[in-house]
């Protein structure tokens, strides 16, 4: 089983979304927290955030593996972490360390929500003085506009096709050789960036099968 900390949200999700049953060969084990939205999670001061119920959910997951629906939880990684036994990832950006022991900074791209919060000092301890490219789908971007506003419906080629342009810019030198999905509703496009781009990509799902084997659907990886 997985457990999964999820932010109080309501658009679709779609199968490769880490809040989607179809993405696991194992049950998903989802504790909602009315508490936090994306707008409270994804800001350059998420200390403020009261995180009790967070923390009751922890105390109640079951899973095998304990996870969350957003890379921006990684502010809050050590302290859930001991409040657990179950190994617990908030993110992908968790995987950072490891991978820059495989290439260069300036050889490996972080692609996330929102880029200005991710590089404001409260998370700066997860980047680690990392001096790659970090880029963000941006303000005006349909998944963005469809996550930021819990839109009821979910246009998957619109957003793929998106993902891909954006993509193609960050790649246009030639110096990427891996890319890095912070946010956890990006897996789903990873197959058509793999056909497209001759690049590794990494994401929350990959770290998790790199933890625990067997509990993400080969298809998504």
Known sequence: MVSLLQLNTS???????????????????????PELSVARVINADPGAANITAVEAAVDKAQGDILTTSCGFLCYWQDRLEARTATTFVSSALLALPSLRQMFADDELAILTFNADVLGSPAFAPSLDGFGGPIVDLGEESYLRQVISNNLPALDRQRAEDEIVRLVDGMCADGKVKALLLECTNLPPYKQALKAKFDIEIFDILTLIDSIKSNLVDPEYL
């Open 11 to 33: 658009f679709p999700r779609i199968a490769g979304d880490i809040a989607s049953p179809y993405t696991w060969c194992a049950d998903l084990d989802i504790h909602v927290v």
